[in-house]
């Protein structure tokens, strides 16, 4: 059974960082693409960042626009582990962040649609 936990959520001021981490575990994290998705109240579920499997494409990333320059997505294949680095933080990436998992694919998808594992969430609140 294929499980994701999610950490390192809480409450920051306006301008600061937080680190998120995914650990998964009883799948093929090796093989598949990891992703970051958020869900603020009575919004949709949106795409953040996802990482490709580091062995077919050197790791590489995609991110939605609002957050290029200010987060970073990264893996760690022996830990099994997928972490989000979120700097110069506003109070609009206030948010439920969820981590993905996409089995054996090939290609990003930045639809929730996309993905076969969800964690349960960590909320990132940032004051203003």
């Known amino acids: 059974q294929v499980q994701l936990e999610e950490s390192g959520g809480g409450l920051v001021q306006a301008g600061g960082s937080l680190r998120l981490s995914c650990a998964t575990s009883?799948?093929?994290?090796?093989?598949?693409?990891m992703g970051w998705f958020r869900q603020a109240p009575g919004k949709e579920r949106e795409f953040v960042a996802a990482?490709?499997?580091?062995?077919?494409?050197?790791?590489?990333?995609r991110y939605t626009d609002s957050v290029k320059g200010r987060f970073t997505i990264s893996r760690d294949n022996a830990k099994n582990t997928v972490y989000l680095q979120m700097d110069r933080l506003t109070p609009e990436d206030t948010a439920v962040y969820f981590c993905?998992?996409?089995?054996?694919?090939?290609?990003?998808?930045?639809?929730?649609?996309?993905?076969?594992?969800w964690g349960q969430g960590t909320q990132v609140t940032v004051s203003s």
């Open positions: 993905a998992a996409d089995e054996d694919a090939m290609v990003i998808s930045t639809s929730p649609n996309g993905y076969d594992y």
């Open positions: 009883g799948g093929t994290f090796r093989r598949s693409i």
């Open positions: 990482i490709t499997w580091i062995t077919w494409s050197a790791g590489r990333t």
